[in-house]
């Protein structure tokens, strides 16, 4: 079923429906208030000249008759001015209501669509944050969001001014004389054409703009990036040529955009100014034959004033509106991609329990399989080392058991205390899972709440300890801050070291029973390696533990060794059994301690 | 990498002063602007005028002689209105996106002279957003503001003073109004200002969530906090909300205000001025239209001051860019006999042999505290290599550094051919060196263009021999345009190893006496990797060179290996010798040798 992209964007404007129609209204009136300033001067100047028989409607004629009757009113023109401020309050209020309600019925719906895009994008499958590159989802949420944003509160509602404005305008004009109000019009149709016609013209060198802006924007990151080489071989120079041509380019392209510009406004300037022009002579004629007032004169002046301008800002209103159209389109193709969904039957589970991969099979695309027919048991509260080069499919095991790719049917199962995982609710496997990465990804947030952001509430005792466990400790007191110093972006630059160190301890803070290592000591030096090990060892006896890892020191320490190669279990056993047999695990074996043996001759 | 707290310093007249050379050379180009636009706002006032004589003459007076002439009169000054619109328009964005260009090229120039502590210090975003959006919004000050105040106050002043002359007791009661919607203005505009401001953060704070949601899915999946950063993503989007409702109704206040005091202006010209409509109806009508005419003029002003204070942020930054001084400069003598990077003057340079000698070396980086080297002396004569090994992050590139003269000593000298590298060009300097690094940069642009980089003059026969010399030359059959194949980030074509082949060609096409290698840590393939192996000991053959190493073969073989570690040196001296003592060096070296090997075994 293709949804249709107004209809999208109408589920966000829905929540806030009443509040745009109370929008609409309030406009509605400020703007036909505004209107009537024209018809008090007209009937203001009228009856001052006191020449000409006024012509109003029945019920106008009785609310004049009401105060005094025209001559009356003419020479109190205090009445006038009175009515004319009171109108403006009028207009004033409903136009300060407009907006208010406006700006809060878009943001509402902005802020709808933003936490929606948020919240879907979280939930969105791993696999789907691999497809789609980070800086094309990021533009997507907020300046396209931003696009929408100005249409839904700027256009529409300018739009729908203009029209309003237009019905009023016309009713009033008629109202006064029907000829000369098509006298008036009709030029303003060429004005809509040319504006139209001409922003769609322009679109085209305004895109062209920004390209190069953006390769002049790329010129310039690349020599900032790139400072050693340029320095290292003496660029400077034809760095800065490179630069200047592109930017002469850059600016002869607006300079030429700008002419066109210029050349638009100038152009319609003029057509506006013979429209009015032609208005006034015309009108000039009419009143010469007593077919219209002076009153009446004015106010036709004043109306087309009013119209003018919006009309010639519509070709512009109708380009953006081709603009909004692609923004909602990129918005709605994240929303409608599927969320991470558990299947009906699945349960909480605790995990406890044996971890059986039974016949694994598993490819990223159709042509390639990573994992071949994987089988093995982690018996539960045992440690599982694997050993595995790049390639061997060791990574897929991870994201396999964590959910992180479903594993389709009829490819083998993965069961965790004989359950299979397809049936276990996601949350409640990943939270029972504590997986800490080589590349550790910390948030812009401070330490403590990194550590802690698997709780609901902080508890600096349990972070302190989760801390402590991870060797941390000594690392945090010696910031300024301490536990409270903020990390990430807008913070310390922790090295590789710390942030594994960091999400290790974050790690621990929930005590899940399984615990994955994905080469996460890498960057951590010997003896703090071993002090964590054993931290970790004294404190997770029970847990099942799986250790991703190239070091034999490392993996001896584990249960059992399962050796992957090229997506097949090559080996499987526990560490003394797999010394003895001929295989990877004894070649890695002996390339490390064998090296160390000879280095210590 | 710091990021610089934002100190604002108040600049005189919002730094309209620095900006001046770069607006001398437009000045033509302004003055005349100014003049259209005088000529254009006197048009307008005059439009008035035709207006009220139309009233007075035709409609009241009840004639319809002459009206020939206003027509053509009203056509010429519409037509005028319309070119001399045409010239100030082109006139001020051509101003306005010339000094932008100007502007920037000065600041990238400044940049490439700026020393290596600068870059440490800023990130290259920050560096980069000075460049590219601070110099952008800059020139339409010395355009548009420039533009749009003339015509605004050409406007006002032409109104009051057509409006005097005519009828002085209502213009005062008019002009009377002027002072106090001006003072209601500004106070609007104040609170604005800061409302806009909480409401840029705000957005700014929404975007990195959605980058931090974005780029750690993984991890937030893995711990499940979905919903937590859901929840905390909503206390951003609510505060977004309220701030945009406290300016909506900020901002909507302020338009009522505008709209008020414009009606009351029409207001007062109606009760004290509706007698002369009985007399003069082109008058009453002119009163009404300067009343209303002039409301808008008063809000730009103050709306152009408000600018002016973000404008002046902008410029304080893109000028504080540019008056940062190069920690690492050459002195004036140096300058007269070498030339600089832009207009070297090669006549004068000495060719280099490729000693290099640290003597008494005290070294500590600009932001740091702790020397990271004491009284350092070292010789590497010519044909030499060095190798420099330790931990990630233990200060290895400091010595390269050095020798780069990207940093200059604290204390002490560094020599190249027995005399101090203040004493000649860093140009010259960096003519003679050649560089690779860790992650190759190429530049975008093919791969032709690239390895001129190295030397610019180059014949294809050059460039394949290079290539050749470092067996990349294999890669080009699988390229369908050869040479011409994008090289760059765009050019997704080439792996990793490939890259590395392409930057050391580069660097034996340059040739350089002296060669500093920073050695990549990341795993390739087997073949590429031997491939690898077998360049480095090409490109080093003959040359100086100081690699910073993880690659065995390339330790082993160097004359002189220094370990480094916490930025000093605890070790050095030849492979065996180091060996021996068991040391730091010793570990490294063993751990690596475990590592290249369970590599291989499990490749």
Not at chain 2, 136 to 155: C, K, N, P, Q
Not at chain 2, 165 to 183: F, H, Q
Request: hydrophobic share 45%; net charge negative; charged share 20%.
């Amino acid at each position: 079923m293709k949804q249709n992209k107004y209809v999208f964007l109408w589920r966000y404007i829905r929540p806030a429906a009443w509040s745009f129609v109370a929008a609409i209204v309030s406009v509605e009136i400020a703007t036909l208030t505004g209107m009537l300033h024209p018809q008090i001067i007209r009937a203001a100047i009228d009856c001052a000249i006191g020449k000409g028989e006024p012509s109003y409607p029945p019920f106008v004629m009785k609310l004049v008759e009401s105060v005094g009757g025209f001559g009356y009113l003419g020479s109190h023109l205090w009445i006038m001015a009175l009515a004319i401020v009171a109108c403006a309050i009028v207009q004033m209020v409903f136009q300060y209501a407009f907006r208010v309600i406006n700006t809060k019925a878009t943001e509402t719906m902005v802020k709808a669509m933003r936490d929606e895009l948020y919240s879907h994008i979280q939930r969105l499958p791993y696999e789907w944050h691999t497809r789609n590159q980070t800086g094309d989802i990021i533009q997507r949420c907020t300046s396209d969001v931003e696009t929408i944003k100005g249409f839904v509160s700027g256009q529409l509602a300018s739009l729908q001014r203009v029209g309003v404005m237009l019905c009023f305008a016309l009713f009033f004009m008629i109202g006064m004389n029907g000829m000369l109000t098509l006298i008036a019009m009709l030029p303003l149709i060429v004005v809509v054409g040319y504006s139209i016609y001409f922003h769609k013209i322009v679109e085209e060198r305004f895109m062209a703009c920004d390209e190069n802006e953006g390769k002049l924007s790329a010129i310039a990151q690349e020599n900032l990036t790139g400072v050693r080489v340029v320095r290292a071989f003496g660029r400077e120079s034809h760095e800065l040529d490179k630069f200047v041509s592109h930017n002469k380019f850059y600016t002869s392209l607006w300079v030429k955009l700008s002419h066109s510009l210029a050349l638009f406004w100038s152009v319609s300037d003029v057509l506006s100014g013979l429209q009015l022009l032609l208005l006034m002579v015309v009108g000039i004629l009419y009143c010469h034959a007593g077919k219209l007032t002076a009153g009446e004169y004015i106010a036709f002046i004043a109306y087309n004033g009013m119209l003018v301008w919006p009309i010639r800002e519509l070709g512009r209103t109708i380009s953006e509106m081709g603009k909004t159209g692609v923004s909602i389109e990129r918005v709605r193709q994240i929303i409608i991609e599927p969320e991470e969904r558990d299947a009906a039957d699945a349960v909480e589970s605790d995990m406890q329990g044996d971890i059986v991969f039974d016949h694994v099979s598993f490819g990223y695309h159709e042509s390639s399989e990573v994992l071949k027919d994987v089988s093995f048991t982690i018996p539960a509260h045992t440690t599982l080392g694997i050993l595995g080069g790049t390639g061997s499919g060791k990574n897929t095991l991870m994201l396999l058991l964590d959910k992180m790719y479903s594993l389709p049917d009829g490819c083998g199962t993965i069961s965790v205390g004989g359950r299979d995982i397809r049936t276990i609710k996601t949350a409640s496997l990943r939270k029972n899972i504590g997986i800490v990465l080589q590349e550790a990804f910390l948030f812009s947030r401070t330490i403590a709440e990194n550590i802690g952001i698997g709780m609901n509430e902080l508890d600096m005792k349990e972070i302190e300890k989760a801390a402590g466990a991870a060797c941390l400790s000594e690392t945090i007191t010696n910031f300024t801050d301490s536990y409270d110093t903020m990390v990430g972006e807008r913070g310390v630059t922790l090295s590789g070291g710390q942030r594994q160190r960091t999400a290790i301890a974050r790690c621990l803070v929930g005590s899940p029973p399984i615990l994955i290592f994905d080469d996460s000591l890498s960057a951590v030096d010997t003896e703090t390696d071993a002090r964590i090990r054993a931290e970790l060892e004294r404190r997770f006896g029970t847990a099942t533990v799986i250790l991703i890892s190239h070091r034999i020191t490392t993996l001896s320490r584990a249960d059992h060794i399962l050796v992957l190669d090229k997506g097949r279990v090559s080996q499987y056993g526990t560490p003394e059994e797999l010394k003895e047999q001929p295989g990877i695990y004894r070649q890695v074996y002996e390339a490390q301690t064998g090296l160390e043996g000879r280095a210590a001759v | 990498m710091k990021m610089m707290e934002e100190k604002h310093k108040k600049l005189p007249f919002f730094g309209i002063g620095k900006l001046l050379p770069f607006i001398r050379p437009y000045r033509t180009m302004i003055t005349v602007m100014v003049v259209c636009g005088i000529l254009g706002t006197m048009w307008d006032i005059a439009a008035t005028l035709l207006e009220r004589y139309a009233l007075n003459h035709f409609i009241a007076g009840h004639t319809t002689d002459t009206l020939w002439l206003f027509v053509i009169f009203s056509i010429i000054g519409v037509m005028a209105m319309g070119a001399l619109g045409y010239a100030c328009g082109t006139r001020a964005t051509t101003v306005e996106v010339s000094i932008n260009r100007d502007l920037r090229n000065a600041a990238f120039r400044h940049l490439q002279t700026l020393s290596f502590s600068y870059y440490s210090q800023n990130s290259v975003g920050y560096i980069h957003s000075r460049l590219m959006s601070d110099a952008s919004r800059i020139g339409s000050l010395a355009s548009w503001t420039i533009m749009e105040s003339v015509w605004h106050i050409a406007y006002l002043i032409g109104a009051i003073v057509v409006m005097f002359s005519i009828n002085a007791k209502l213009a005062t009661m008019v002009v009377s109004i002027v002072p106090l919607v001006a003072l209601l203005f500004s106070l609007f505009q104040k609170k604005l200002v800061a409302v806009n401001r909480e409401i840029r953060e705000i957005n700014s704070r929404i975007t990195s969530d959605f980058n931090e949601g974005i780029t750690g899915a993984r991890t937030v999946k893995s711990l499940v906090i979905e919903s937590k950063m859901e929840h905390d993503f909503r206390k951003n989007t609510d505060d977004m909300w309220r701030k945009s409702s406290r300016h909506a109704r900020l901002r909507g206040l302020f338009a009522a205000t505008m709209g008020f005091a414009s009606s009351l202006a029409l207001a007062i010209v109606l009760w004290k001025g509706g007698y002369i409509a009985a007399e003069e109806v082109g008058t009453f009508s002119m009163f009404m239209a300067y009343a209303q005419g002039m409301m808008e003029p008063i809000r730009w002003l103050i709306d152009s001051i408000s600018d002016l204070i973000t404008t002046e942020v902008n410029i304080e930054r893109l000028f504080g860019l540019m008056e940062t001084q190069p920690d690492v400069a050459d002195s004036q003598a140096v300058i007269e006999k070498y030339g600089d990077c832009f207009h070297p003057k090669t006549e004068n340079w000495e060719p280099i042999r490729g000693d290099i000698e640290f003597r008494h070396v005290d070294f500590k980086y600009p932001d740091g505290d702790e020397y990271v080297l004491r009284d350092f002396n070292l010789m590497i004569p010519f044909g030499s290599s060095i190798a420099i090994v330790g931990e990630t992050g233990a200060g290895k590139s400091t010595l390269a550094n050095l020798i780069c003269r990207f940093y200059e000593p604290t204390a002490g000298q560094v020599l190249i051919d027995g005399k101090d590298v203040r004493e000649r060009s860093q140009y010259w300097l960096h003519s003679a060196l050649g560089y690779v690094l860790q992650t190759p940069h190429l530049f975008s642009g093919s791969i032709r263009d690239n390895l001129l980089v190295g030397k610019p003059d180059a014949t294809d026969d050059e460039i394949i021999s290079a290539l050749h010399d470092v067996s990349a030359d294999t890669m080009l059959e699988h390229l369908e345009r050869g040479l011409d194949s994008e090289a760059g980030e765009s050019g997704d074509l080439l792996s990793m190893g490939e890259k590395q082949l392409i930057s050391f060609a580069r660097a034996i096409l340059a040739d350089p006496r002296i060669l500093i290698l920073d050695e990549a840590t990341a795993s390739v393939d087997s073949l590429t990797e031997a491939k690898i192996q077998a360049a480095i000991a090409k490109i080093i053959h003959g040359r100086t060179s100081v690699v910073i190493a993880h690659r065995l073969s390339t330790v082993r073989n160097a004359d002189m290996i220094l370990v480094v570690k916490d930025g000093q040196i605890i070790e050095s001296g030849r492979h065996e010798a180091l060996m021996a003592q068991k040391g730091a060096y010793w570990r490294l070296y063993t751990k690596q040798a475990e590592d290249d090997a369970t590599e291989k075994i499990l490749a």
